[in-house]
Each structure stands twice: as structure tokens, then as C-alpha cells.
């Protein structure tokens, strides 16, 4: 392949990772039975491969393996946690309460529902990225059925309080939905612990395949309703139908497995290499990093930076390193991004913001040439 740039954009999408592909060939051309097909030894073959990846992803969350639910992706795990919520709760009240800087995944279904009739309060965040707890209590009415707030954010990488939240919805009996497509495997994740009714899950984000998913749903203290939002052959305990992608499904387990493994040996290590990058960049004049400078996940480094154009700034850095504004999914627009707005940055410096996600991969050379790059090109956009 020709030289291509260093690839700093893993809050977007991560490579699969050598076993983890591995695992799922043979899943593609020996063992294709269908998982459901249990008249035979072709489904059972298949039907091993999911029963172990469910076991790795209950594991993972300290779950039991018959409350995760294999889906698409984080996408169709929060729009099915949120509106699955509404649906079946619906003579209980009609009140969400979310974040301000969620996914559009939450935002949009949340939005979604706002035109059936429901009512969303979005809370704001604090400077920091954080939300305010006393602010989530006042917002709590007696007809609030669900609290979804995600566990790491995508673009700024900041940790929410997940299991203060956890208690406070538990203690008020209201469901909690937490989108943790960007923690699962970055952070220690214990739905019990943490108090946790449904959350949602992505294998693309942790070295496993894209288009594969899951939701946990809590069946135990207490049993959470859904509705199903696909209808169909009733695979996933009615819950989402469609025949089961065995292989992605394999993959997503098999990473997941690997990621928890090395969890805080490699979050050790991405975490002194982001603090290294911050240290280079902290060299440049007018630089403001967003979210928390450490509740934050070990892998993200987020700065707005004053006085350059961010278009600009980004396709100078293009043939040497590849990351982003904001998230992948809104990088095509060029509106200032929701979340860095949401911290009270204005128009002009949301623009100017560089997201660097480091992974398994990165290595401290290119760190430290990236960083020099940066401050680089950030001198010459403002002389420009
Ligand atoms: C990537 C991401 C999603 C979307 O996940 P897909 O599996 O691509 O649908 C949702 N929420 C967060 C926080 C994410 O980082």
C-alpha cells in the first residue's frame, strides 16, 4: 500500500483486529448454518459461535448472557432501547430525559418522539462536559419513564457520573439507558454496580467488525419491557428480528474479549500518549482542550483553537494525519458541532476543533510527529 497517513481518528471506527477476523472466517464458509436452524449440526455450529460471543459480552458488562440482544449497532440499540422505552411504557408517562451533547442516535429518536407526543428535556452540560446531578434530580417528574445519558462521549471523550445516575433513577424507579458505544472496552462497565436497565454497545468502535451491535436489557429488578421495533421471525427473544450475522456476531465477541484483556494495560499507555500529544500541543498560543482534563476516556484529545479555520486547518494536516472536526457522522456538514457548542464555545472556535483518536496501533513516534505537525501547520494558517 502507498504511504498513507497516521490514522488518528479511533473515536470514529477502528480496524479489525487480526484474531479477531480469525475467529469469524470460518464462520463465513464452514460453519454458515443458521443460528435458529437447530434441526441440525450446521445451525448448532453456528449457534456455539453466538452462544460464546453472547457469553463474552455478558461477561464484559457483568450481565447475564440471555439479557444482551444482538443488533446492528449502537444506532439501532439506542433507537431501540429509547423508543422501545416509550412505546411500552407509554400508560406509565411520557417523559425523557437525555443530554444536550448525546449522540444524534439518542437525539434524533428522542426528537422522534417529541412529535408522537412525548416530552424531552435535554439537560445542559457544564464547561467541562459534565452533567450537573442536582440538575438531572430537578428535571425528574413523577411521568419521567427513562433517563438516557451516554457513559463516554464520542467527540470529547468526557465520562459522565454513570453510576450516581444509576442510583438516583433506581431510587425514583425510572429506567436507565446508557449509550456506551465509545466505553466498552475503555472502561470498567458493571450494569449492576452501576445500576443499569439498558445499554447499548457497537463492535466497530473496539477492533471488531462494523454493522454488528447489541443492547443489554435488564431482566432481572427490575424485568424492562421493550417493544420490539423490527418484526419478524421473533430471533433475540421477540426483541429484533432477522436471522442472527453469525460471523459479525463472533467478531464482536472475540473483540470485545481481547479488548477487556488488555484493558488498563492499554489504557495505560494510550493515556501517557495523549498527555503527551497535549503536552505538544499545549505549546500553541490560544488552544483551549474541551471536556474534563481527566474524566475523560484514555484515547481522546479534543482542542478548539483560536484564530485558524478549522476547513483549513483540517486539509493542511490531510496527507500526513487522518482525524476529524467532530464526529464522523456530522463531519460531512459543516455546522459547528452540537457538543463543543454545547460547552459554551462560540461559533467560530467550534469550527476550529481537531478530535485525535489514538488506538491499539499509534505509537509514541507518531505522536510525537503529529504533534509537531499540528503546531506546524497551526502557525501557518494564522500567518495566512
Ligand atoms: C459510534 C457511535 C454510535 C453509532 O454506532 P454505530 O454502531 O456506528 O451505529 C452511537 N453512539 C456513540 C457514542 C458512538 O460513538
Redo the contacts with the bound molecule.
Keep these: 500500500m502507498p504511504h498513507r497517513p497516521i490514522y488518528l481518528d479511533c473515536?470514529a471506527t477502528t480496524p479489525v483486529a487480526p484474531q479477531v477476523l480469525a475467529a469469524m472466517l470460518p464462520f463465513f464458509t464452514d460453519y454458515f448454518g443458521n443460528p435458529s436452524s437447530l434441526n441440525h449440526s450446521y445451525g448448532w455450529e453456528a449457534e456455539a459461535g453466538v452462544t460464546k460471543a453472547r457469553a463474552q459480552l455478558a461477561a464484559a458488562i457483568n450481565a447475564e448472557p440471555e439479557e444482551i440482544i444482538f443488533t446492528?449497532?449502537?444506532?439501532?440499540s439506542?433507537n431501540l432501547a429509547i423508543k422501545g422505552v416509550a412505546e411500552a411504557y407509554l400508560a406509565t408517562g411520557k417523559h425523557i430525559v437525555t443530554v444536550a451533547t448525546e449522540?444524534n442516535?439518542?437525539l434524533d429518536p428522542c426528537r422522534y418522539l417529541e412529535t408522537l407526543g412525548f416530552s424531552v428535556t435535554y439537560l445542559p452540560v457544564r464547561a467541562d462536559g459534565l452533567i450537573d446531578l442536582q440538575q438531572l434530580s430537578q428535571a425528574l417528574r413523577s411521568e419521567t419513564i427513562l433517563v438516557s445519558v451516554?457513559m463516554a462521549?464520542?467527540e470529547i471523550g468526557v465520562i459522565q457520573p454513570i453510576a450516581e445516575i444509576g442510583q438516583m433513577c433506581g431510587d425514583r424507579n425510572i429506567l436507565f439507558h446508557t449509550?456506551a458505544?465509545?466505553a466498552l472496552g475503555k472502561l470498567p462497565i458493571d450494569v449492576q454496580a452501576m445500576n443499569i436497565h439498558l445499554l447499548?454497545m457497537?463492535a466497530?468502535?473496539l477492533y471488531g467488525p462494523?454493522g454488528i451491535?447489541a443492547l443489554y436489557v435488564r431482566r432481572r429488578n427490575p424485568r424492562v419491557q421493550l417493544a420490539p421495533q423490527l418484526h419478524g421471525g421473533g430471533q433475540e427473544k421477540g426483541l429484533r428480528s432477522g436471522t442472527l450475522y453469525t460471523p459479525q456476531i463472533v467478531g464482536f465477541g472475540a473483540a470485545t474479549a481481547l479488548a477487556i484483556s488488555e484493558q488498563s494495560v492499554e489504557g495505560e499507555r494510550l493515556r501517557g500518549l495523549r498527555d503527551r500529544l497535549w503536552h505538544h500541543l499545549g505549546k500553541i498560543p490560544s488552544i483551549h482542550l474541551n471536556g474534563h482534563p481527566t474524566q475523560r476516556l484514555p484515547n481522546n484529545l479534543n482542542v478548539s483553537i483560536e484564530g485558524v479555520n478549522g476547513a483549513a486547518l483540517l486539509s493542511m494536516l490531510q496527507p500526513d494525519v487522518a482525524l476529524s472536526s467532530g464526529s464522523a457522522c456530522s463531519s460531512a456538514n459543516l455546522a459547528p458541532s452540537h457538543v463543543i457548542k454545547a460547552l459554551g464555545r462560540s461559533d467560530e472556535l467550534a469550527s476550529a476543533t481537531l478530535r485525535f483518536g489514538l488506538g491499539r496501533e499509534t505509537t509514541q513516534t507518531e505522536i510525537d510527529h503529529v504533534g509537531e505537525i499540528v503546531v506546524r501547520a497551526v502557525r501557518m494558517a494564522r500567518k495566512a
Design positions: 473515536n446492528s449497532g449502537a444506532t439501532e439506542n449522540h442516535a439518542v451516554m462521549n464520542n449509550d458505544a465509545q447499548s457497537t466497530h468502535k462494523k451491535g
